[in-house]
């Protein structure tokens, strides 16, 4: 069976994710067409997921679809959007139907259930990469930066950190891990935090997610804010498969510099703790302070004995990693 | 020389393009922040290039540059809209600084030409591919769409015909051409009608751009509009090296159904025409009327003895040719 590029987003993709009258074209056009709210400003972010690179070859479609929408709208819940709309580049080797079934019912679903339309793409033949651009909108001069962590302000992180990196050990390297089922959930299906991202608007100095490890991902944020900080490793929250691991001798590197965890890293004021403190019952995930901005530059990370942690790689670069 | 992701590009693409007010942030965060003015529609399209499928192996890092960007650029002025704001995702197998800055001279210089600023981006590796999602603005519900043919209305097309598939015959099967540097000007550096399709909004009735070939781009109007056209093959406007290699006994496929013209073919209602003569002048390229609108489904295609032209295959498509 042979499905033209046509056929293929004509027949998967024009009824993906939710109806929204603020699609004004959507699916099968030049272009799609999209009315922006007044008092809004677009936030936009492209990401790609290659192959052997970003996810395993045998990766699950169903997983993949999900996983490549659910990576954008971290991105957007970091700024405090509200994700809205989607558009989609598949590149596939084959066009494989059940392929492409199993994709479309992954990533329509999570669409669906963050209230975000798909209103165009691309199909193309080539090794397997999925680019997904999710935009969504936030009101006027309302985005979270990265650049706004000052002094004294506490680092905090949603959810449990190391669930995805420790399940890539276990799944690459055979690792033997407990809950495997629960690791690779986190690592497949991560939970974009976009409930909190939006909460956190009013709140937070500076945020970002950590796509690609916490310690890489926060000195982007010192770095954008010039200021320094330190973190406590006692302190990142953990799953009980990631603590047991760690209890074994594990490598502190798993929670503190593996990617793909998705969850937000934030920066409060002191001034706003109190603000934040009101806020968590109404959370779907727990919050937790790990650390503070500092003075100067630069992030201190300390373990439990006292002792500075080293990391072993500055998180996850597609240019080093694997090289 | 090892550039990290997050190096390639603060590095390559932290300014590139036209700075515009209404980026309120751009490279360098979880997301872009873009401030759309009122009573605007947003416009945006997503296109992936793959070496070996949309671009020969070998092709020139500021050609791809540009191009990557200009097919994009196409797509809005089909809508007749304004491009502002363009994301990039490239993928690459190593991160040689060379390519990646003839890259960046291609595309930036395009963007700075077009007006555009580029606004995010992303950097994996893998085969060689790049995919940029560009977006423009268009006055409120005055988006040109493919459906908007009606029984009785002219077709239209830009340009010339043919070059780049003349061109690609020449450079990938050695078939002998005159004036190959042209004909490869067309293919490597299209120029998107977007001058063209913001003075077509109030005239014309659709539009399209020819990127798959002007049968099948012109098929995707009819099946959009509901209605059927003819096309004279005789009336096609040809350059110079086109219209010999006709001449000499040439394929009509070239002109008709090669694709990466990256022209317009739009429609107008008689009622317009008048409307159209006036615009004539202050274009930059011709414009040809090379058909009509009828009645029924389906196009015929007539070549210049009256007999029905059948092409050879229906367009452009990534997942039929070469398979």
Known sequence: MTLSEFDLIER?????????????????????????????DLVATLDTLVEGVHFLPGTDAQALGYKSLAVNLSDLAAMGAEPLWATLSLTLPEAAPDWVDGFRAGFCSLAREAGVRLVGGDTTRGHRAVSVEAKGLVPRGMALRRSGARVGDGIFVTGTL???????????????????????????????????????????????????GLLADLAHVLGASGV????WLQRLP??????????????????????????????????????????????????TRIGEITDGAGLRVLEPDGREFRAPRAGYDHFVRDA
Chains 1, 2 share one sequence.
């Open 12 to 40: 998967f993709f024009s009824d993906c994710g939710t109806p929204r009258d603020d699609v004004i074209l959507g699916v099968g056009d030049d272009a799609a067409v999209l009315r922006v709210a007044p008092g809004m």
């Open 238 to 287: 953990l799953s009980a498969p990631v603590r047991h691991y760690l209890e074994a001798g594990g490598d502190w590197a798993i929670p503190a510099a593996a990617g793909d965890d998705y969850e937000l890293c934030f920066t409060v004021p002191a001034a706003n703790q109190g603000a934040l403190e009101k806020l968590l019952g109404g959370l779907p995930c727990p919050v």
């Open 162 to 212: 190391g669930d995805a990196g420790l399940a890539l050990r276990a799944l690459r390297d055979g690792l033997p891990v407990e809950d495997l089922a629960f690791l690779r959930a986190r690592l497949d299906r991560p939970q974009a935090r976009v409930a909190v991202g939006r909460s956190l608007r009013a709140v937070a100095s500076a945020a970002i997610d950590i796509s690609d």
């Open 228 to 231: 320094g900080g330190v973190v």
